[in-house]
C-alpha cells in the first residue's frame, strides 16, 4: 500500500482574509529561566550596593544604638560597660551645648526651606522659559554645587574675613571704619555660615526642579493663559501642583542636607569643638568622638537622637502625603 505525499498548503493570495488561529489549549508556558551569565549579572548588581548599604549605613547605624547605652572611651573593648539610659538623661538634662544645638538645627531647616529652596524653585521656572543666556545662568548657579562644602566654606572664610575680608571691605567703601567679625561673634555666626549654606544649596534645588519641570506638558501651560491666567497664577495653580513628586524629593532633600549639616560649619568654625553660637547636633556628635578625649557612647547617644529627629520629620511628611494620594 503506498503512501501519497503531503504537499505544503500554499500561500494565501493577496486580499484573502487570515483564518484566525486556534487558542492554544495547553498548559501555560513557563517562563525561561535565567542562565548562568545572568544570574551572575544580578548577583553582582544587586549584591554588591545590598552589601555596601548594609555594611556601611545599617551595621554602623546598629552599632551606635547598641553603644549609646554604654560608655566606651574607644580604645579596648574591654573597657565597654552597659549603663543603660544614663547617656540619654545626661544628654536632656546635664548636658548645656544640647539644647542650642536643637535650635540651631531648627533655625537652619527653617532658613533652608523658606529661603534658599524657594528661591532655586524660582529661578528654575524663570530659566525654563528660554530665556536668553540661559545655559551661562545655569552654569553659573549651579557652579557651587560642583565644590564640596569644605571648599566654599574656604571660599566663604575668605569673604567673611574680618579685616580682608570682601564683606568689610564693601563696608570700609560705604565709609563705614567699624570691621565686623561675622564668624567670631556668636550673635551673627550662624547666619554667616546660612548664608553661605544657602547659596551652594540654591543651586541645587533649581537642578532638580529644572528636571522636573522639562518632563512638565506645556499644553497645561497654554491651557491656563488662555483662561486668562497670568504667570503667578500659573506656576501656583498649575505646575506647582502638577510637580507633586518633584516636590516631594525637594523637601526631603532639604531635610536631610539640614538636619545633617557639618561640612561647612566645621571649615567656618574653626574644626573641632564648636563656638559659641554655631553648635549643632553634628558637631555635638563630632566633638564626642573625635575630641580631645573619647565618649564614644556619649557620641553614638548624640547619633542616635539625630538619626530619630531625621526619621520622624521625613516619614511623618511622607506618611501624610501618601494617605492624602490613597484617599
Do not use: C
Request: proline content about 7%; hydrophobic content about 50%.
Amino acid at each position: 500500500m503506498s503512501s501519497t505525499p503531503v504537499t505544503p498548503a500554499a500561500p494565501a493570495a493577496p486580499g484573502t482574509p487570515d483564518v484566525p488561529r486556534r487558542p492554544r489549549t495547553g498548559p501555560p508556558r513557563r517562563p525561561r529561566r535565567l542562565g548562568p551569565g545572568d544570574r551572575l549579572f544580578l548577583t553582582v548588581a544587586i549584591g554588591i550596593p545590598l552589601a555596601a548599604l548594609l555594611f556601611f549605613v545599617w551595621l554602623p547605624a546598629l552599632a551606635s544604638l547598641g553603644l549609646s547605652f554604654t560608655t566606651w572611651d574607644g580604645i579596648d573593648l574591654a573597657d565597654i560597660h552597659w549603663i543603660g539610659l544614663d547617656n540619654y538623661q545626661q544628654i536632656f538634662t546635664n548636658y548645656p551645648p544640647f539644647w542650642p544645638a536643637v535650635r540651631h538645627n531648627v533655625i537652619w531647616l527653617l532658613f533652608t526651606a523658606l529661603l534658599p529652596t524657594p528661591f532655586g524653585i524660582f529661578l528654575a521656572y524663570q530659566l525654563d522659559r528660554k530665556i536668553r543666556f540661559t545655559r551661562v545662568y545655569q552654569t553659573a548657579i549651579f557652579l557651587p554645587m560642583v565644590l564640596s562644602l569644605a571648599v566654599v566654606g574656604f571660599i566663604w572664610e575668605i569673604i567673611y574675613n574680618p579685616d580682608t575680608g570682601l564683606l568689610n571691605g564693601l563696608l570700609s567703601a560705604a565709609g563705614s571704619s567699624h570691621h565686623i567679625d561675622w564668624l567670631g561673634n556668636a550673635d551673627l555666626n550662624l547666619w554667616a555660615v546660612l548664608v553661605a549654606s544657602g547659596w551652594r544649596h540654591t543651586g541645587y534645588i533649581m537642578i532638580l526642579y529644572l528636571a522636573g519641570l522639562k518632563g512638565f506638558d506645556p499644553a497645561l501651560k497654554e491651557a491656563a493663559a488662555l483662561d486668562g491666567a497670568n504667570g503667578r497664577q500659573t506656576f501656583l495653580r498649575v505646575v506647582f501642583p502638577a510637580m507633586k513628586p518633584v516636590n516631594i524629593i525637594i523637601l526631603v532633600v532639604t531635610v536631610m542636607e539640614s538636619l545633617r549639616a557639618f561640612d561647612i560649619v566645621y571649615v567656618l568654625g574653626g574644626g573641632v569643638g564648636s563656638k559659641p553660637g554655631m553648635e549643632l547636633l553634628s558637631l555635638l556628635i563630632t566633638d564626642n568622638i573625635i575630641g580631645e578625649s573619647s565618649h564614644i557612647g556619649y557620641g553614638s547617644a548624640l547619633a542616635v537622637v539625630l538619626l530619630l529627629v531625621s526619621l520622624a520629620a521625613i516619614g511623618t511628611f511622607l506618611v501624610q502625603t501618601f494617605r492624602k494620594e490613597d484617599r
